[in-house]
């Protein structure tokens, strides 16, 4: 296959993992907004862009394993991961602290299909985080973060190395899954909602988009680590 074509393809799937990120931290924004709005739709267009997130995932996931499988990649797993994660920080910080990404987040909520839900999916839902880095809440949202990214980077990390046991390292990718919906579900998800009738919600989505920027750095890290421990 000609090498422009896959140094095109191999670009989309970076800016969609991002484009991922990026929806993940903007599902909390949006949830964040129900009692401003006075109507839980706005929680059906939360969920609904967490999902397109998963999707986004999910494209990548096979897109970077045909890549794989195929032995045509230019620049190589490890660095596909790098540049998304690294590319995915400075967006997320963006995101965070400036308010001309709200213009550009409702044009890609309505870009997925988010006016579905009548009105509550053609507002903007961006408000500006401030960030706590020490908060019980924040540090369980770092673990499931770390989780539910290592779920997708691990398997192809470690298949790099160890190609005899990539249907074994899939599983473990299903296994680190499951471990983030059991904290998400029993305590970070649990503690919002608390919030959330109590009227304290931004303060309580501070803290878990601060956790995801938090792991955002350590999987930039961690994927830069193994990318030279493996020369390269």
């Known amino acids: 296959m000609d090498s422009y074509l896959v140094s095109v393809f191999e670009f989309v799937v970076i800016v969609t993992l991002v484009g991922a990120q990026v929806f993940d931290v903007y ?12 109507t839980t739709q706005v929680l059906a267009v939360a969920n609904w862009i967490q999902y397109l997130a ?27 991961f790098g540049y998304s994660m690294c590319l995915g920080l400075v967006m997320i910080g963006l995101v965070c602290k400036f308010s001309f990404a709200s213009p550009i987040l409702r044009v890609l909520q309505c870009v997925g299909f988010t006016p579905v839900f009548g009105e509550p999916g053609k507002k903007a839902y961006w ?5 706590d880095f020490f908060s019980r809440l924040t540090w369980f949202s770092v673990l ?32 680190l899954n499951f471990c983030a919906s059991i904290i998400m579900f029993t305590y970070v998800d649990r503690v919002f909602f608390k919030a959330l009738d ?6 309580c989505a501070n803290k878990i988009i601060t956790g995801k920027l938090v792991a955002q750095s350590i999987l930039v890290l961690g994927v830069f680590c193994f990318y030279f421990a493996i020369g390269g």
């Open 27 to 38: 599902a909390v924004m949006v949830r964040a907004k129900v009692n401003v709005d006075g």
């Open 54 to 80: 998963r999707i986004m995932n999910m494209v990548s996931v096979f897109s970077i394993s045909l890549l794989l499988e195929s032995k045509i990649s230019t620049i190589g797993v490890p660095a596909m």
């Open 127 to 131: 408000w500006h985080v401030k960030f």
């Open 144 to 175: 499931v973060s770390l989780f539910i990214n290592l779920a997708i980077i691990m398997p192809f990390m470690l298949s790099v190395r160890y190609p005899e046991v990539r249907m074994t390292l899939a599983y473990t990718g299903q296994l």
């Open 198 to 203: 109590a009227g304290n919600e931004f303060a």
